[in-house]
């Protein structure tokens, strides 16, 4: 059965930054009205202080109005003036993603390259408009979705002559819905909350929830292989992806709709991490669900990193499909969770809207017993369907609420440097992986910073192998994080790749992880191939250039 759900008003952020009071933030991570005081900013400076043993200083939250723009070096025709802007907000807001660089830079209204307008094409009509018009006149185009990028993935290009950014903000509708099949064809500029609330009254839920949830759209996750709410079997983007519609220079491309087909190499999959390089997302058919009513959830302590990432290896090769399966290290279980900083914990969630989770959890809460773990039966909360509490109390409550809030950037410009890196390794590696990543990281920040601080987490765990996500901070100098940061992250990626890591695990390339990271990973002859598509794709190499190949 098929439901229309095309509507004519439109909820995207570009509607929304008609209300000043809501619209995105320019350099802090979320809305303007949820930017941190000055007061916070200050207080979080005097703790700094008083931490670190150095004086720091608050500067105050910058106002835009004293950003300096270069001149747009090239302005939309008259017949496409309609939907471009060039004003201060729009050119700067489009200027960097989310990452802790892009955030200091915009704090410091440091705008050397921002685009020349930005396009928020209302239809696909439009959207062949302005794209053809770029490919006709060689001006760079970036794709840009909801602006979370945290690898450089949205900058405008600096060696380019002129650049426009295509946002896709105004198409961003549930268009329709399969209720038999359990699919709907969506556009790629919805952010994940509107998507969410327009399946909601079928019953329905794509079930995708990365940490930019709020702030990133289905478009977005597909280009750069989000990962998402799953920590097994549907992880990424990837496993819901039922058919795809793009836009290239050269025309449009669209995959048949099927539940899968052995039939060649897919062509989904080359459009699935493709980072903007190929062609323009406009909308997919995505595999939903049914919204799950029964749950259960266990928050098992361990005393040892080890013996707990060994219960995890064992749940997930038992092929449970728990929709939570992640472990925090001492230092992330005693800062996210309220441990003792001695112990681990690791954190199992199962969930369905068919039937009750007492089964699994049950079996996954015994082998982790087995393997060392420590937790009470009353502990396991379960709901059958009632809508029982689970997962919102003691430590498992404590660590949903930190990793649901996302700190707006009360930190930017006191010296603090914190980021994070994620990989993948098989199980057989591991523990020799770990070790040396730890060894040499805590190295490069004794180095780098006055003091530093390494944590490591599971996000994602398969049978062959986990994705550990490691969390950094220290303290730099103030005025000189950025090049800090740097120092700190090249090591990273030379220390991840080399100890036998993916370069990435979901926060996909961008400019960041290509030298030293992607370009080792990868095969040459890959690269080469991947060349020659974007060619016959993008003939003049408008789109996003320097993004996973060379222009």
Not at 469 to 475: A, K, N
């Amino acid at each position: 059965m098929l439901v229309g759900l095309c509507q004519s008003d439109h909820s995207g952020q570009a509607g929304q930054e008609d209300a000043v009071a809501d619209r995105m933030s320019f350099w802090a991570w979320g809305l303007e009205s949820e930017e941190p005081t000055n007061q916070a900013r200050a207080k979080l400076a005097d703790h700094l202080s008083q931490r670190y043993g150095t004086p720091i200083t608050a500067r105050p939250i910058p106002d835009l109005a004293d950003a300096t723009l270069r001149a747009p070096r090239v302005e939309p025709p008259d017949v496409l003036a309609a939907f471009c802007f060039t004003d201060t907000y729009e050119r700067s807001r489009h200027s960097y993603g989310a990452h802790f660089t892009d955030r200091t830079r915009a704090f410091n209204l440091d705008f050397p390259n921002p685009p020349d307008f930005v396009a928020h094409p209302r239809d696909e009509a439009e959207l062949e408009a302005i794209l053809e018009w770029c490919h006709d006149g060689g001006h760079s185009v970036v794709p840009y979705g909801g602006g979370s990028s945290v690898v450089w993935g949205v900058d405008p290009p600096a060696e380019a002559d002129t650049a426009v950014t295509i946002a896709l903000d105004r198409l961003d509708q549930v268009m329709e819905i399969d209720t038999t099949s359990r699919a709907a064809r969506i556009q790629a500029g919805i952010f994940g909350p509107a998507l969410e609330a327009q399946l909601k009254p079928s019953g329905h839920t794509l079930r995708h929830f990365p940490q930019s949830f709020r702030f990133s759209t289905l478009g977005g996750w597909i280009a750069t292989r989000s990962g998402g709410h799953y920590a097994t079997n549907h992880t990424h983007i990837d496993d819901f992806v039922e058919s795809v519609r793009m836009l290239t220079p050269q025309g449009w491309w669209e995959s048949r709709r099927l539940p899968g087909s052995g039939a060649g190499p897919s062509p989904d999959r080359l459009v699935i991490g493709s980072e903007g390089i190929l062609g323009i997302i406009t909308e997919a058919w995505m595999r939903i669900q049914a919204r799950p009513t029964f749950r259960a959830t266990a928050g098992v302590v361990f005393d040892s990193w080890a013996a707990g990432t060994e219960a995890i290896r064992q749940i997930v090769q038992a092929k449970l499909w728990p929709a939570n399966l992640r472990i925090l290290d001492p230092v992330e279980a005693g800062r996210a969770a309220g441990l003792d900083g001695e112990q681990a914990l690791v954190i199992i969630g199962f969930e369905s809207a068919e039937m009750s989770q007492r089964w699994p959890i049950g079996i996954a809460v015994e082998i982790a017993r087995e393997c060392g773990g420590h937790i009470s039966d009353e502990d396991v909360r379960i709901d059958d369907g009632t809508g029982a509490a689970t997962g919102h109390s003691g430590a498992v409550g404590k660590w949903r609420d930190s990793f649901v809030g996302v700190d707006p950037g009360t930190h930017t410009s006191l010296g603090l440097l914190a980021d994070t890196f994620e990989t993948a390794i098989t199980w057989d590696r591991w523990p020799e992986f770990d070790a040396t990543v730890r060894a040499r990281m805590n190295e490069v920040l004794k180095e780098v910073c006055v003091q530093g601080e390494l944590s490591c987490r599971f996000t994602h765990v398969y049978p062959d192998g986990p994705a550990p996500y490691y969390t950094w901070l220290g303290m730099g100098r103030q005025g000189s994080e950025i090049s800090m940061w740097q120092e700190v992250k090249d090591a990273a990626n030379e220390i991840v790749v080399a100890a036998g890591g993916t370069s990435t695990h979901h926060h996909a390339v961008g400019r960041m992880h290509r030298p030293g990271a992607y370009d080792v990973q990868r095969p040459d002859l890959f690269a080469d191939s991947l060349r020659a598509v974007k060619k016959t794709l993008d003939p003049s190499g408008i789109l996003n250039p320097g993004v996973l190949i060379d222009p």
